[in-house]
């Protein structure tokens, strides 16, 4: 997977390590090339001078080829805007905006960019956001038999009810968040665009239901 991360900060850098450490090749984006040094001398990505939004700079760090796309700068505006350029001008279908005004970001989620405030922002949040390797185990029983898990869920999910992705994972959808908001999902709930999926599966199952959900739904093209 081909990763382009806009900002070299703290969040942005500690992102574009770890991605790299989990053997993804990832660019990245940042106006000021001397931010470029809170990645060390061992990274191998690459370092893209710019404004993370403008078409020559996104082309030049490979947004043709970028499976998802994180805007972690420090502007509201233009992480929205990044994103929203990555998503609907080069057709990135992962992508991820950090916002520093919460009350904003119910607004950018309806525009279909999953966003964090924030107030509860980390690196691993992000992650959890882009590759599927970053499900979350949010709780285990004593036993350690059972786990809750928060699991991306591939876009081809999307309007299908969520008692589909309870048949596929083997699991139950314990709830959903959705614009920020704990949903215990009905009969008829069905998964809408920027849902985060928590999920309670036996620990045996699940790895193969982040699989499941991480891919599109059996016998789609």
Not at 59 to 84: K, T
Not at 88 to 114: C, S
Request: proline share 4%; with cysteine.
């Amino acid at each position: 997977m081909h990763f382009v991360i806009m900002g070299c900060g703290r969040v942005g850098s500690t992102l574009a390590l770890t991605v790299e450490q989990r053997g993804h090749s990832v660019a990245v984006v940042d106006q000021d090339a001397d931010a470029f040094r809170r990645l060390g001398p061992g990274f191998e990505g690459r370092r893209v001078t710019g404004v993370g939004f403008d078409h020559d700079t996104l082309v030049e760090a490979g947004i043709h080829e970028a499976d998802a796309f994180a805007a972690v700068s420090s502007g509201d505006n233009s992480n929205i805007i990044a994103a929203r350029v990555a998503r609907e001008k080069f057709g990135v279908q992962t992508v991820v905006a950090r916002i520093y005004d919460p009350g904003r970001a119910e607004v950018y989620e309806r525009l279909g960019i999953p966003t964090i405030a924030t107030v509860r922002w980390t690196a691993d949040q992000v992650l959890r956001r882009l590759v599927p390797e970053g499900a979350l185990s949010q709780f285990r029983d004593a036993s350690g038999k059972v786990v809750l898990l928060e699991a991306p869920v591939h876009p081809e999910w999307v309007g299908r009810p969520l008692r589909e992705l309870e048949a596929a994972t083997g699991g139950r959808i314990a709830y959903i968040t959705r614009l920020g908001t704990g949903i215990v999902p009905t009969k008829g709930t069905v998964h809408q665009e920027g849902d985060l999926v928590h999920v309670v599966v036996e620990d045996e199952r699940s790895q193969r239901a982040i699989a499941v959900l991480a891919a599109a739904p059996a016998g789609d093209a």
